[in-house]
């Protein structure tokens, strides 16, 4: 859920209380203990979805990790052979690639 998302629903959650007390055909006793248990169960909505949001939040942390990981391991492979490129050609231990028939240089 984004931010703007769930600014959206307290919004709309609060304005829906204040109307609801308006046109509420209860006592004021029981118009407020009607108010304190909808707080009540939207405060715990907003505890479950902030749970939530921090397990997906993890899950995209661990992903990331993971993908630089490989990167990481890809890049030190690359370097490795391009090290060992160098010392083949330095060295000699191989010979330089052909040119192609017809190609000067």
């Known amino acids: ?8 629903f307290l919004a709309g959650l609060g304005l829906g209380v204040g109307i609801g007390m308006l046109f509420a ?8 203990q009607q108010i304190k248990t909808k ?15 921090k397990g997906q939040a993890g ?3 661990e992903k990331g990790k993971e993908a630089l990981g490989r990167q990481r391991e890809n890049l030190n ?4 052979a391009g090290r060992q ?13 052909a040119s192609t028939p017809g190609t000067t240089l």
């Open 85 to 97: 490129a160098y010392r083949d050609t330095v060295t000699g231990s191989t010979p330089p690639p």
């Open 77 to 80: 492979e690359a370097m490795e």
């Open 39 to 53: 707080a009540g169960e939207s405060k715990e909505y907003i505890r479950q979805r902030s749970g939530e949001l």
């Open 59 to 61: 899950d995209l942390i």
């Open 25 to 32: 055909p209860r006592s004021g006793a029981e118009t407020r």
């Open 1 to 8: 859920m984004e931010k703007g998302s769930l600014s959206a």
